[in-house]
């Protein structure tokens, strides 16, 4: 259920991203499914508003990661999936850093190109061996 959860919330964060209005409208405008369970509800709660409240320190990761390429030239899909990945590694402590970078590919090919998978498992993957380059000190 997970997956779906983060779908929805890939498409929240999307229109959100593409529209510029508070994300409260777009949650009237497009609310999760009333049948999820009360975990399934706080988890898409968590990646949207977590998004939302950590933009620019994710952003600032992402951008930190992706030097030469900044997140005005990703195509907006894969960017939010980004947002979403390195919003659960670095602020979702549930949540393995190996599970977050499977779930980011599978969305990007499902929603993206055979390439934004490699792509974005390739910008994942440099921010686990950060992580785990600052552990070790």
Request: aromatic share 6%; net charge positive; with cysteine.
């Amino acid at each position: 259920m997970r997956r779906k959860v983060r779908e929805k919330a890939l498409q929240v964060l999307y229109q959100w991203d593409m529209r510029d209005i508070p994300m409260q409208e777009i949650f009237r405008l497009d609310p999760p499914p009333s049948d999820w369970k009360e975990d399934d509800r706080e988890f898409f709660l968590c990646l949207t508003r977590g998004v939302e409240k950590q933009l620019q320190c994710i952003d600032r990761s992402i951008m930190e990661l992706t030097p030469g390429w900044p997140l005005h030239r990703m195509a907006t899909v894969d960017r939010n999936i980004l947002r979403i990945a390195v919003h659960e590694i670095l602020n979702v402590p549930d949540i393995s850093v190996k599970i977050a970078i499977n779930e980011a590919v599978v969305l990007a090919k499902k929603f993206s190109t055979e390439e934004s998978g490699k792509f974005i498992n390739g910008v994942l993957g440099k921010l686990a061996k950060n992580i785990a380059s600052s552990n070790k000190k």
